[in-house]
């Protein structure tokens, strides 16, 4: 299913790399590298990979995904433990649909605060927010083959 070179969205490190296979106790992996941060190698079993890592979406998901982040309206959770365990669980998921959520309430959270309705979220949680949209907009650059850097405003602009 996947070769060696291979971009993939693995569920925790986000746009990834496939380096190589190589078996370990008669079993094959590949090895995955995250782009981003520089992390240690990732061991994904060959035969289980569904839950771990992803294929980049085509452009046509990707419209998919941002019609979907038009529809989501902004949503706090007022209690601090499942907030976090609301995001923690979508964010952790790899599902692209959960990340496009997770960064359309970050979007929320800021729109909010800058026009003074304050909208109280810890660290923690806009740090699960802000890696959400780190990964779609990765993810989202890759599909509409289009640079890290404009991918923000070509968003926002099909969500207008």
Same mark, same amino acid.
């Given at each position: 299913m996947y070769k060696v070179n291979d971009k993939v969205i693995h569920a925790r490190e986000g746009l990834s790399t496939i380096m190589s296979v190589t078996e370990m106790a008669g079993n094959q992996y590949f090895v995955v590298k995250a782009? +981003?941060?520089?992390g240690e190698s990732i061991y994904v079993p060959v035969n289980n990979?569904?839950?771990?890592? +992803?294929p980049i979406m085509d452009s046509k998901a990707a419209d998919e995904v941002?019609?979907?982040m038009k529809s989501v309206?902004?949503?706090f959770i007022s209690n601090t433990k499942q907030r976090r365990d609301q995001y923690k669980r979508r964010l952790l998921s790899g599902n692209?649909?959960?990340l496009a959520y997770l960064s359309r309430q970050?979007?929320?959270?800021?729109y909010y605060n800058e026009n003074g309705q304050v909208v109280k979220l810890g660290p923690t949680d806009i740090?699960?927010?802000i890696n959400a949209e780190t990964i779609l907009y990765d993810e989202l650059a890759l599909s509409y083959q289009k640079s890290r850097d404009k991918i923000?405003?070509?968003v926002i602009a099909k969500l207008k």
């Open positions: 782009d +981003r941060g520089g990979t569904g839950s771990l890592i +992803r941002i019609n979907y309206q902004a949503e692209v649909y959960d970050l979007y929320f959270f800021n740090q699960m927010l923000e405003e070509f």
